[in-house]
């Protein structure tokens, strides 16, 4: 990379990215004063630069929030808006006074490594990852400032990387040739694109028009009802979601009754399923509660079945329940999603293979759709992203051969020195793991306790990565939602803290975990 260097700036830690993962970074590394480079103007991540006009969280505002500072009116029951994220993200940051560490407009173009991975401080083993304050520079960071050309150099102890895996670089399909995008008379974009416009712009662009969404997640759900809402009345055209691989949606966060966390989010419920270390005993014991998990997937699957119309428009997926669930993907439905089925102004085609003609889209029955505008809400290349600032070798450790990231506690690569890695593990409730993982790297780098050998770390993320391709087919994700409370466990035992936060047995065993049982004590060992 050609660049200007400048004279070097030292500090001891460097955060990128001032997402929810880098402004709870920031709150707990703030004794030593760290350097938040923010690429754009403001924090907030994805809430920030890829939410549409309807975005909305899909948790209760109890279940995202600090443990420090919970949101005004925590027991609306209503999802709040991207832009009342924002606003809680600021004033959290606010109150603990995190924008004083933030450079905006500061973009990180490149990471390069200037420590000896071979040389060992007098207190290091061979084989053990060694202190995270080497009490010298390990990393430059190159910055660039408010699109200049020019790069302003960095040098840190220690930096922790918060960049996340949405955003920034779309996840784009391949094409045969000539079968692509660029022959396609009507227009095309990414939801990436799409998020940038606004209220009117997107009016622009849909009104009128035969729109089709590629995908099926939130991101493709929520354009198409935007997509629907702009084409109300006999003038409206239907928007029209090509989908690979379906996926459980759920209505609300209730099933028969009953609330959806008691299936999944207590430590009752998680006891039924596989988590790693889990020793003889415990696996025979998993082994005969199967029944029992298969049980609750197909519960659940009957109350979305009755309340859902699924198999109207041939939208029941193939896979139980469960495993959307143990790879995040379950997406809450906006209200209206098939009402305006229903008025037929959102349509469904199931296609494996697709490509492009001069006038939109063709599948691989020889059917066509007509379409002026082309939506693809494809996803994000987050290992890109994150590849495109890391020199080698450190590049190519990014992705394992099974495709998952392999993060001991879901933030140390065990190979990569002085680095840390907040936002790469996904649960139902990412703040409040993003947060957990920072309070318990913070103690880390105060050495209140240490890492064990490289080769255990590593022995470790293996066994997650096994039991995570158990529970799912769509194990690549990194997803920890079937054993977070014993993942949090963990973290809490090496901070010293009481892995059993809650205030009874009975609470202990039937209440679902959030941040507010994570909230620092004064009595506690730390």
């Given at each position: 990379m050609a660049v200007q260097q400048n004279h070097v700036i030292s500090s001891r830690i460097g955060i990128i990215g001032g997402g929810i993962s880098g402004i709870a970074a920031a709150k707990q590394l703030s004794s030593y004063n760290p350097i938040v480079f923010e690429a754009t103007d403001s924090i907030g991540g994805v809430w920030k630069h890829c939410s549409y006009n309807s975005t909305k969280l899909q948790s209760l505002r109890r279940d995202y929030?600090?443990?420090?500072?919970?949101?005004?009116?925590?027991?609306?029951?209503?999802?709040?808006?991207?832009?009342?994220?924002?606003?809680?993200?600021?004033?959290?940051?606010?109150?603990?006074?995190?924008?004083?560490?933030?450079?905006?407009?500061?973009k990180v173009v490149e990471l390069r490594f200037i420590g000896d991975r071979d040389a060992a401080d007098a207190d290091t083993k061979p084989g053990e990852y060694g202190s995270l304050l080497a009490g010298r520079p390990v990393w430059e960071v190159a910055v660039q400032t408010d699109q200049s050309q020019?790069?302003?150099?960095?040098?840190?102890?220690?930096?922790?990387?918060?960049?996340?895996?949405?955003?920034?670089?779309?996840?784009?399909?391949?094409f045969p040739r000539n079968k692509g995008p660029e022959i396609f008379q009507g227009q095309v974009l990414h939801s990436l694109d799409y998020s940038k416009l606004d209220k009117e712009g997107v009016t622009h662009l849909l009104k009128g028009k035969k729109v089709a969404v590629v995908g099926y997640k939130?991101?493709?759900?929520?354009?198409?009802?935007?997509?629907?809402?702009a084409n109300q009345g006999p003038e409206g055209q239907p928007c029209t979601m090509v989908i690979r691989t379906l996926h459980w949606t759920v209505p609300h966060y209730w099933v028969w009754g009953l609330p959806f966390s008691w299936f999944y989010s207590t430590r009752f419920s998680q006891f039924l399923h596989e988590r790693p270390d889990q020793g003889m005993l415990r696996s025979l014991l998993c082994h005969l509660c199967s029944p029992m998990r298969r049980a609750v997937s197909k519960f659940i699957e009957s109350y979305l079945m009755w309340k859902l119309?699924?198999?109207?428009?041939?939208?029941?997926?193939?896979?139980?329940?469960?495993?959307?669930?143990?790879?995040?993907?379950?997406?809450?439905?906006?209200?209206?999603?098939?009402?305006?089925?229903?008025?037929?102004?959102?349509?469904?085609?199931?296609?494996?293979?697709?490509?492009?003609?001069?006038?939109?889209?063709?599948?691989?029955?020889?059917?066509?759709?007509?379409?002026?505008?082309?939506?693809?809400?494809?996803?994000?290349?987050?290992?890109?992203?994150?590849?495109?600032?890391?020199?080698?070798?450190?590049?190519?450790?990014?992705?394992?051969?099974?495709?998952?990231?392999?993060?001991?506690?879901s933030t140390i690569h065990p190979l990569i020195p002085n680095m840390a890695f907040v936002g790469y593990?996904?649960?139902?409730?990412?703040?409040?793991?993003?947060?957990?993982?920072?309070?318990?790297?913070?103690?880390?780098?105060?050495?209140?306790?240490?890492?064990?050998?490289?080769?255990?770390?590593?022995?470790?993320?293996?066994?997650?990565?096994?039991?995570?391709k158990k529970t799912t087919r769509f194990y690549k994700r990194g997803c920890i939602s079937t054993y977070s409370i014993n993942h949090s466990d963990e973290?809490?035992?090496?901070?010293?803290?009481?892995?059993?936060?809650?205030?009874?047995?009975?609470?202990?065993?039937f209440s679902p975990y959030n941040s507010e049982d994570y909230k620092e004590e004064t009595k506690m060992n730390i």
């Open positions: 929030e600090f443990s420090d500072y919970p949101w005004p009116e925590r027991d609306n029951s209503s999802f709040p808006s991207h832009i009342q994220i924002l606003e809680y993200l600021h004033s959290y940051a606010t109150n603990f006074d995190l924008l004083k560490f933030v450079r905006f407009n500061s020019d790069v302003q150099w960095y040098s840190f102890e220690f930096v922790v990387v918060c960049i996340g895996k949405y955003g920034d670089i779309p996840k784009l399909p391949v939130k991101s493709a759900i929520d354009v198409a009802v935007e997509c629907a809402e119309p699924l198999h109207k428009y041939g939208l029941k997926p193939d896979h139980p329940f469960e495993e959307d669930y143990a790879s995040c993907q379950m997406a809450i439905l906006p209200d209206n999603f098939f009402s305006e089925a229903d008025k037929e102004k959102i349509k469904f085609k199931k296609a494996s293979k697709w490509w492009f003609w001069d006038g939109g889209i063709q599948f691989d029955d020889n059917t066509k759709l007509e379409a002026d505008v082309v939506v693809l809400a494809t996803g994000f290349d987050g290992k890109k992203k994150l590849k495109a600032i890391l020199h080698e070798p450190f590049r190519s450790l990014i992705e394992s051969p099974s495709g998952v990231m392999p993060l001991y506690r593990v996904e649960s139902v409730a990412n703040l409040q793991t993003a947060e957990l993982r920072s309070k318990w790297l913070a103690r880390l780098v105060d050495d209140c306790f240490k890492l064990p050998s490289v080769e255990k770390m590593i022995e470790k993320t293996n066994k997650e990565t096994e039991i995570m973290l809490c035992e090496e901070m010293g803290w009481d892995s059993w936060r809650k205030k009874s047995w009975l609470s202990e065993a």
